[in-house]
């Protein structure tokens, strides 16, 4: 991970899925935002940035690029995400929601290969208040501090931000690996990166009904993570989704549970692995107080 | 979203999966015209897989008998749904029944081959047991498709002519982005003849659009699990669909879900629950979030059983300054137009104004700090003002308190 | 193996590529029901680059005009070809015009995507000044042609239509397993419209077996470049036509070439070289060694240039103890049934003894020591020995001493 | 390379290209065949081999296996290729000849990948006379010595060897790096390691015509191997092929070059590379002679 407020950074695509507003956050917190790529706008200048048709003519005119945002359409985030590889970048944050899940499978086999962190798809990003911001997560809501926030939600990721900081709670890193049914990073991996950071002491996990990244979290938490953990689980009132093809992982075929994927799985899981759980966002500083003594 | 046996046949024998002869019956006079020799079967094209239980498969071995049963299952409705369509297929002797699939798992990020020596009533609770599986790690290539079928515990030649079907399974599920293909069963003559003699395909909604092909298939099917008008007129819009009296519109799945629960935990009732999301996501909805918005108001007042609208917007929205716009023209259209967003149901006569529903706007962010002075300001048709909030609990305590005071009943 | 234009573009049409409305004309009166608005191109259909100027493309604008074009065109041969098809084309008035291919190059094992803002006229001595490529190193995305495009110097909107047709170029040669696909030109409208005004496609031989929609299309086309029917009876064997007295089979193409180079330097003449391989290649044509020699040695004997025949086999064949039956075999079949291996020019009555080719066997193994003692007690009809050596040097030398001192001729 | 002969060694295939003969010779020449692996035909022996369904029963059972002889239908080579690097297989000698290019270029991309040495297709594969076998080279044409044989044909390679051996010269080893349009392993690699192997103080070059392979070889002969090599080119009297996209490589593609990939043009190289060329194979020894002193 290069998190750092100089590492450069790239946005592939400038689609509705980024404005200037987002680009002008990023800009005045601190993210080292070098270049634009959008095909066919080679020599434009896009929300102040210069645009390039190709990321290899960026790497040549700025040097290697450390993280990159694509915002391409769905059906281009394969290629763009490719392309960025093949130009030795390695942290990639898509925020682009709705890409085909077999083409996530060809990028994550590729992205394995050549050791590239892929955020999302249909993520807002990753960031660490007061240093950097890569991606769509609005500054606003957040002060420096030391929770981590883990989610794979957008807006609800703000709301618990929101609840933290008007409780006198700063953040230290705020993540979503996002809502698509395939995504790259998992909350396994973020666990594991924000018990080591040092500037978190405590980590909120915010989960929502679909697949079992939540159970998974919980058995890992329990096993393998020192930091003390809070979590919240929207969804718990929700009807159950229809099709457990809609959830489709190997354990909703074999045993085909019917609770599978249900936030009432998710909560079973927390409960065992004594992770205390909020019933509501507005709850959550109270538990990260409790857990902070 | 799941196609009908007989449109999974037909990409069957494109691919090269051995079928059956069969043949489509629209009508059952069709029969008149059957190409296939009897005895044959009559299967009810619906979506349930309990179909055979239900009565929607028939054996019959004369003309006669099949225009008779054709009939009776055109008209047996089987989990609700009556079919528009029978096929008519050959009759087979098999020795053995398996069941196959390639389905994509979300937890490994890699499609999955499963198979099992039986078929049909898999015990599904005892399926872990049975069931193998392999994980298509990297790109596929057949001997994944032979290692399941070892572990099935087949071999010689049934070994090679399963995996080759598993084969050809793989090369649909990539070439029409499924989510799931199914065979099952799959039906293993004396002689060692495969033959797929039912089938289920899902496609992955999300990579329709790049499909024109499928995209013509599936147009009919989307729908198809929805009971509100309110709901289908949102067609393949993020919505759940629950009957309580507060609505709820929201940007982003996991907000939605959270007031949803906070709702209920408030003593309240859900009713359609609308994620417009921050963007638009497929090419073939080319929409603003403000269309989004403005259709969505707009159909929610259409159903009658929704006596308060809670919309909760929070962070960056393309078009965040439009909102209180949009939802002005909403509300000015109710006063002043009525039939304007109630096309059909509308009783003409009546006074609307008392039964535009309550708005409850919850809005944080500064992007927001126009609008929420711009809403405070206006009036609905009902004479009464929009209730604006920063937080949400107060939204929803807010949302929960007018929907238990109402004292009206819209019509 | 190529394909002729009008095939070209019924591929480019399935895949995407844009391309003129066009229509085959099989005789010139079918240009009485052209579909297409005057005025129209008439293209011959021959594997020649250069028709244009040898007159096989010619622009009309009548119904009257067209027939008449037609009528010479098919009666005008190109490099040898006489067209049997033509192709009837719409107009395009282009401002620029490009030259695209997509080509396995087997330096770098990997395709290579090829652009030039010049087409048609190109001068290829100068073209690695103005020809750009990319390969694809990894698996083709569309950046790679991108990349191409960017640096044929294009930008905005025609570096995107570019790189589109170079995309579904690219898809075009790996469905079909093509060694090259190429347009030439690409036309470019005013407005910026691209249009595939000529295309060549080259099919991979070896990958042919698997796509039995190209192997019918290539039927046809296997043997024109060969001249003699011997030859034309191989098919697709591993043959080098030469025109001299020596005829040579062997086991290997490195190894006939060498012993090609030897006949050569020994003062003889090569007649066709012919390579029987280890093993078979390709499904499509499922034979043995044993009985591609047999084939081979049938098939030399019917041609009367032939007077020599020498056999050059090492190291191992799978047959190798059949190859002394199978030569033994056609030494007396040669001898008692002279009709079996002549069955269309034969000459009856004429005796075939005198006329059978003699023959010089090179054998080096252990595995053909006792083919190497049978076939030295043989007679051909023609009452000589056959002359059955170790050394290569050796056999040549026989061969072409042979070859010269043959004092009679076949007929 | 592990080319010893304690290196476990996997025949996958028996179709033609490989016989009972081809078994037995490698057998005889210390190969450690270990299994042969042949879908369908698990349980069985083949020419005296236990024979598998799947490579990885045979890495169940043997452990981890070195090299593999694929001697599959061209149209299988692919996979059978893919199946043995999934293995954990490092090396691969294809046998089978016709492979189909494009088959080639996404099994190299992938070999590349995993550092895996492929060897062929329409290769007899590799001996060390008295050492090893692996592929169908006939070892009776062959003895120890110290003449390294490198060539992209099959019988005329042993055609050299036979030569050589007739003439007291024993080889170090023969490779053929397989005579299809696109093979895996390169003359350049082989000149460099024969050039660093210790047994060996000659090297036979064996080129003809077709693509490249032997004006780059001499190139890199004069800029990097310090031993001695020899050449011979076959075909300098055959007819030139009739397009140049049956050689299709960028250089006959760009340029044009009427002389690209003619014997005439090979010998060209080899005499700008100041390499020694033999006019026939019977010269071949009187040349290594001339090299050795």
């Known amino acids: 991970m290069n998190l750092t407020p100089y590492s450069k950074v790239l946005i592939q695509g400038f689609s509705e899925y980024i404005t200037a507003n987002h680009v002008a956050q990023m800009k005045a917190n601190g993210t080292n935002l070098v270049a634009g790529v959008n095909p066919g706008c080679g020599g434009q200048q896009i929300y102040g940035l210069p645009v390039f048709d190709l990321v290899e003519e960026v790497v040549e005119q700025f040097g290697e690029i450390d993280t990159t945002i694509i915002c391409v359409h769905p059906y281009q985030v394969l290629d763009a995400a490719l392309e960025a590889i093949a130009s030795n970048i390695h942290q990639l944050i898509i925020i682009s929601p709705g890409v085909p899940p077999l083409d996530m499978v060809e990028l994550l086999r590729k992205a394995e290969a050549k050791e590239t962190l892929i955020v999302g798809p249909n993520s807002p990003g990753i960031i660490i208040p007061g240093k950097i911001l890569l991606g769509t997560q609005p500054s606003e809501f957040y002060t420096p501090g030391t929770v ?56 909120v996990l915010v989960g929502q009904p679909g697949g079992d990244r939540e159970e998974a979290a919980a058995r890992y938490i329990a096993e393998a993570i020192d930091k003390p953990v809070v979590a919240y689980i929207a969804g718990t009132q929700a009807p159950p989704v229809k099709h457990w093809r809609q959830t489709g992982t190997l354990a909703a075929v074999i045993g085909r549970d019917p609770d599978f994927g249900t936030a009432k799985n998710k909560l079973a899981a927390l409960s065992f692995a004594r992770v205390p759980v909020a019933e509501r966002p507005s709850q959550i500083p109270e538990l990260v107080k409790k857990a902070l003594k | ?211 024109p092909e499928i995209a013509e298939t599936t147009t009919k099917i989307v729908n198809r699990y929805t009971s509100s008008e309110t709901v289908r007129n949102l067609g393949d819009w993020d919505v759940v669909e629950m009957h309580g009296k507060i609505a709820i519109l929201g940007n982003g799945a996991g907000l939605i879900m959270a007031t949803l629960d906070l709702v209920v935990n408030s003593g309240g009732k859900p009713g359609v629950c609308l994620n417009l999301r921050h963007a638009s996501v497929t090419e073939t909805s080319p929409d603003t979030f403000k269309s989004r918005l403005d259709k969505a108001l707009r159909n929610m007042a259409t159903d009658k059983s929704i006596q308060v609208i809670l919309i909760n917007f929070l962070g960056s929205i393309s078009q965040g300054t439009e909102v209180s716009e949009v939802i002005a023209d909403f509300v000015e259209s109710g006063a002043s137009e009525p039939q304007s967003f109630l096309p059909s149901r509308s009783n003409g006569g009546k006074n609307r104004r008392e039964n535009f529903p309550r708005l409850v706007v919850r809005l944080a962010g500064s992007e927001f700090d126009k609008a929420r002075k711009h809403l405070a300001a206006l009036k609905t048709p009902s004479d009464t003002s929009i209730v604006v909030v920063e937080d949400l609990d107060e939204g929803v305590a807010e949302a929960v308190r007018l929907a238990r005071s109402t004292a009206y009943r819209r019509f």
Chains 1, 4 share one sequence.
């Open chain 1, 148 to 203: 981590g926030i883990l989610s794979r939600s957008t807006t609800l990721t703000y709301e618990i931000a929101r609840e933290l900081t008007h409780a006198g709670l700063g953040q230290s890193i705020s993540v979503s690996i996002g809502s698509d049914a395939i995504v790259g990073s998992s909350f396994l991996q973020w666990l594991q990166i924000l018990d080591e950071d040092e500037a978190t002491k405590v980590i």
């Open chain 2, 1 to 211: 979203m799941d196609l009908l046996e007989y449109q999974v046949k037909e990409w069957f024998t494109e691919i090269g999966i051995p079928v059956l002869p069969s043949q489509r019956v629209d009508h059952p006079t069709d029969l008149k015209r059957l190409k296939i020799n009897y005895p044959i079967v009559l299967k009810s094209q619906v979506y349930a897989g309990e179909r055979a239980k239900a009565g929607g498969v028939r054996f019959v071995e004369t003309t006669i008998d099949a225009i008779a049963a054709a009939r009776s299952i055109f008209n047996l409705p089987i989990l609700g749904q009556l079919p528009e369509v029978l096929l008519a297929e050959a009759k087979y002797e098999t020795e053995q029944e398996f069941y196959l699939a390639v389905v994509l798992d979300t937890a490994v990020c890699r499609p999955v081959l499963l198979g099992c020596t039986e078929a049909d009533d898999i015990n599904w609770e005892l399926a872990d047991e049975k069931m193998q599986y392999v994980v298509v790690e990297q790109e596929f290539s057949p001997f994944y498709a032979r290692r399941l079928a070892l572990k099935m515990g087949l071999q010689g030649a049934l070994m090679q002519s399963i995996s080759t079907v598993v084969e050809k399974m793989y090369q649909l599920f990539v070439e029409k982005d499924l989510d799931l293909v199914e065979i099952n069963p799959l039906g293993v003559s004396s002689s060692g003849q495969v033959m797929a003699l039912n089938g289920n395909v899902s496609v992955n909604e999300r990579a329709i659009g790049r499909h």
